[in-house]
């Protein structure tokens, strides 16, 4: 049996919009950081043969921004802004944590990154699932 508490903030209003910024602030916050300090986020994807650089810093500062502005509101477009963050969080397991190319503690501490990113996509993918259920 679910407590009474647990019910009561399961039922509110303001719990699921808490859990989606929740879920997108380590996609959020890195999207204004790269917008403020563009000229560092330009030397950092640069740093992974990203160029032109500014071309993929702006994609990189709107896909994560509108991509988690649209799952935090959910509505019938919590899929679209899910989506894009997921092609993005595994677009940068394949270029920024790529442990299969390295060996010895580099290889197991970005393979772990690279399962945390998974498990990321899995939860923007329950969202989808969700929202799209409740609305329905």
Not at 90 to 115: C, K, P, Q, R, S
């Amino acid at each position: 049996m679910t407590p009474k508490w647990v019910s009561a903030m399961l039922d509110s209003r303001w719990f699921p919009v808490l859990a989606r910024v929740v879920l997108c602030a380590t996609l959020l916050i890195p999207g204004i950081m790269q917008a403020v300090q563009f000229k560092a986020a330009q030397a950092e994807f640069a740093h992974f043969g990203l160029n032109p650089t500014s071309v993929y810093v702006t994609a990189s500062i709107i896909t994560l921004i509108v991509g988690s502005v649209l799952v935090i509101l959910g509505g019938k477009r919590t899929w679209l802004g899910a989506g894009a963050l997921g092609v993005y969080i595994g677009l940068t397991i394949l270029i920024v944590h790529h442990f299969w190319t390295m060996h010895g503690a580099d290889a197991v501490n970005e393979m772990h990154t690279a399962l945390e990113h998974i498990s990321l996509i899995g939860g923007l993918m329950v969202v989808s699932v969700l929202e799209y259920r409740r609305r329905r």
